[in-house]
């Protein structure tokens, strides 16, 4: 559906993440089946001789809530563009000509925009409204864990 979601934080540490991503299936209303992730260090620590080695932590938080997690294949296009072509979206129709106060000013002018723009478009691949083709896709989501995830982060100084 390419529906948008999405957070502006000042960190990208694997708390951030698993923070960013619980809010994010509770704000679509529950769980997809896989989550692609970027080879960002925080989910993958690299390849191994059975294939890719996630972190840990977030592999106990998949398993939680019920996802699959997946890394964008290296040097291929084709995945690294599902991932990254929001971003440039964003870039290009969210941030140009606006001023923000503060990190929570920023937050709320990207709910508003994704809302009243992003989501209420007609997408140019799927020619059909975003929100609208989400909201045919939402009941194939998994429901949300009864509970929360609760871990022990260890946070690492150099």
Same mark, same amino acid.
Not at 17 to 44: N, S, Y
Not at 64 to 78: L, Q, S, T
């Given at each position: ?24 299936? %509770?704000?679509?209303? #529950? ?6 992730? /970027? ?7 690299? /390849? #191994? ?6 972190? *840990? ?12 997690? *997946? ?6 296009? *084709?995945? %690294?563009? %599902? ?9 290009? /129709? ?10 929570? /000013?920023?937050? +709320? ?17 799927? +020619? ?13 989501? *998994?429901?949300?864990?009864? #509970? ?11």
């Amino acid at each position: 559906s390419r529906f948008l979601w999405g957070r502006f934080v000042p960190h990208q540490d694997l708390q951030t993440v698993l923070r960013c991503l619980a809010a994010a299936f %509770k704000a679509i209303g #529950g769980i997809p089946e896989q989550v692609l992730f /970027d080879r960002m260090k925080t989910a993958v620590q690299g /390849d #191994g001789d059975e294939g890719i080695v996630y972190n *840990k932590t977030l592999l106990a938080f998949a398993a939680h809530h019920g996802f699959v997690p *997946k890394a964008c294949r290296p040097y291929r296009a *084709k995945t %690294k563009g %599902k991932v990254e072509r929001p971003f440039r979206y964003v870039r290009q /129709d969210f941030f140009l000509g606006r001023t923000f106060r503060n990190l929570e /000013d920023l937050n +709320r002018q990207f709910d508003q925009w994704r809302e009243e723009e992003a989501n209420a478009r007609l997408h140019a691949t799927t +020619r059909r409204i975003v929100a609208e083709h989400f909201a045919e896709e939402q009941p194939s989501l *998994k429901p949300l864990p009864a #509970g929360p995830f609760r871990a022990v982060l260890s946070l690492e100084r150099r």
